[in-house]
């Protein structure tokens, strides 16, 4: 991900802002979401696989075309992209892809929907963090898709549905024959888009249900979204983590929370 202004302003000020390690956290939920989640240093079992199939990507040296129908790369300036530079720039961190694994497991989450597929290594954590649960992911690439399902199909990963579509075309139909323990949003970072979606998923969310914005300080349009996202009646918790956002319904939070916390 390329740095720019928005992201240096917006950085440097969560670092004179956010929490550490859930010190001054007062609501008995958020305070079990970093003991749990966010500051739990806990090796799981799923995370060395993982970790050698990300370092395999990064020497993956094939070329794939990519469709894109979202608000475009600031990392490539071409649709033909090499799998080692779409593991490393267009992909969750290890660390980051890690937070949503724990998420999902401590949470339980039965439904996860992720809106960008990309490689697809992402899509393995959020898979291996509740085997029993169901993944689906949609894409608008066809051969990022491909290389995806194959990727999931060599590691012996089954309970991920691929869905190549436009975001815009499968999470009507989706949100309304499936229930939501999660929805993961990482692509079409506009702020149009992301209204759209949050208020697409709105209509369907639970007191357990969680929303994850990725690249909420991508530029002004996005933080300007998740801003008006957070401060939503219907969200009774909001974690900024800077590299993603996260909000929650539950009705047991009774004072609204909104929380920046380092990762």
């Not at 992209?81 to 593991?87: M, P, S, V």
């Not at 949003?185 to 992301?194: F, L, M, R, S, V």
Request: charged content about 25%.
């Amino acid at each position: 991900m390329t740095i720019n202004f928005h992201q240096i302003k917006h950085y440097i000020k969560h670092c004179l802002t956010a929490k550490w390690g859930g010190h001054g956290v007062h609501s008995p939920f958020a305070f079990q979401l970093c003991e749990e989640v966010f500051y739990n240093h806990n090796s799981f079992y799923d995370f060395e696989e993982l970790q050698k199939i990300r370092k395999q990507l990064l020497n993956d040296k094939t070329e794939v075309t990519v469709e894109d129908f979202g608000a475009g790369s600031k990392t490539f300036t071409t649709n033909k992209r090499k799998i080692k530079d779409l593991a490393a720039k267009g992909t969750s961190t290890a660390k980051q892809s890690e937070t949503l694994y724990k998420l999902i497991n401590f949470l339980n989450c039965n439904t996860i929907i992720e809106l960008g597929t990309s490689v697809g290594l992402n899509t393995l954590y959020l898979a291996k963090a509740n085997k029993n649960g169901k993944v689906i992911t949609i894409e608008g690439s066809k051969n990022l898709v491909k290389y995806a399902r194959e990727l999931a199909k060599k590691n012996d990963v089954s309970n991920i549905e691929f869905i190549e579509a436009k975001f815009d075309d499968a999470l009507p139909t989706l949100l309304r024959n499936n229930s939501l323990s999660l929805l993961y949003i990482d692509g079409n970072h506009t702020y149009e888009a992301t209204m759209r979606y949050f208020n697409l998923a709105l209509a369907k969310k639970d007191n357990s249900s969680v929303i994850v914005f990725d690249d909420i300080y991508w530029s002004p349009g996005m933080t300007k979204a998740w801003d008006e996202i957070k401060n939503n009646v219907s969200v009774t918790m909001s974690i900024d983590l800077f590299y993603f956002g996260m909000i929650f319904f539950k009705e047991e939070v009774k004072e609204k929370v909104d929380l920046k916390l380092f990762l």
